[in-house]
């Protein structure tokens, strides 16, 4: 065990263990996730990096695990290897303006909704007086419903915290004073207003490979001297 480990924290998302930036090729989600787990381990035992995650994040990647048919032996290694934590949401005090921007971006995408749905509405009114369609099992209407689905979904939830899960996170992050790994650009956007470190998630098993290599080199260093 290293005689001077980092003894950082990570909290991290659902987002880091699905992402298709992290597999190797011809890997399989169930390898990936695997390789992942054993590395946190080795950073945990060797480096005393600890990775956490809040309950609701959690809850939310074991479903998603499950749907893909993950074994068991997967499940174990995430519940020993990566520590629940509730965030303490009435002790992590957010700043006023913190809130004020949200607020003031909430209102900003409701708008931008609204345009985007009344440009719909009146496509579909063009649809209906037309001849038809050339998606072969859509109606008119129905692409622009579907065109409707993207164009509102980017309006308003691209790039914003938009669940109590991304929430969470961000106060576990400021109340344990650690770095947040994701994928998610929303939750990238708001470190900032938090004051909080951040890591992609494709680059956090290069971060935890490079921090036991060095480690490995200074024990290497000591045993030589």
Not at 16 to 37: A, Q
Not at 76 to 105: G, Q
Not at 116 to 121: G, K, M, Y
Request: charge should be negative; include cysteine; glycine fraction near 6%.
């Amino acid at each position: 065990m290293s005689a001077a480990p980092f003894k950082q924290r990570f909290v991290l998302d659902t987002s880091v263990f699905l992402t298709e930036e992290i597999r190797e090729d011809g890997e399989s989600l169930e390898d990936t996730l695997d390789r992942f787990l054993d590395l946190l381990a080795r950073a945990r035992l060797e480096l005393h990096i600890s990775c956490y995650m809040p309950p609701s994040i959690h809850d939310e990647l074991t479903t998603m695990l499950a749907e893909r048919g993950i074994s068991e032996e997967i499940h174990s290694k995430l519940n020993t290897w990566v520590i629940r934590k509730h965030p303490a949401r009435h002790e992590v005090m957010i700043p006023a303006e913190v809130v004020y921007r949200f607020v003031d971006e909430m209102s900003d995408r409701v708008n931008r909704g609204l345009r985007v749905a009344e440009d719909a509405v009146r496509k579909a009114e063009s649809a209906r007086d037309g001849d038809g369609t050339d998606h072969e099992h859509m109606t008119e209407v129905d692409a622009v419903v579907s065109d409707l689905r993207e164009k509102y979904r980017g309006a308003l939830r691209r790039g914003v915290l938009d669940s109590r899960e991304d929430f969470d996170l961000l106060i576990l992050g400021s109340e344990l004073d650690a770095g947040v790994v994701t994928e998610d650009t929303g939750i990238i956007a708001w470190t900032e207003d938090f004051g909080l470190r951040y890591l992609r998630g494709r680059e956090f098993p290069d971060l935890l490979q490079e921090y036991l290599r060095a480690v490995g080199d200074l024990e290497s260093d000591a045993d030589t001297e």
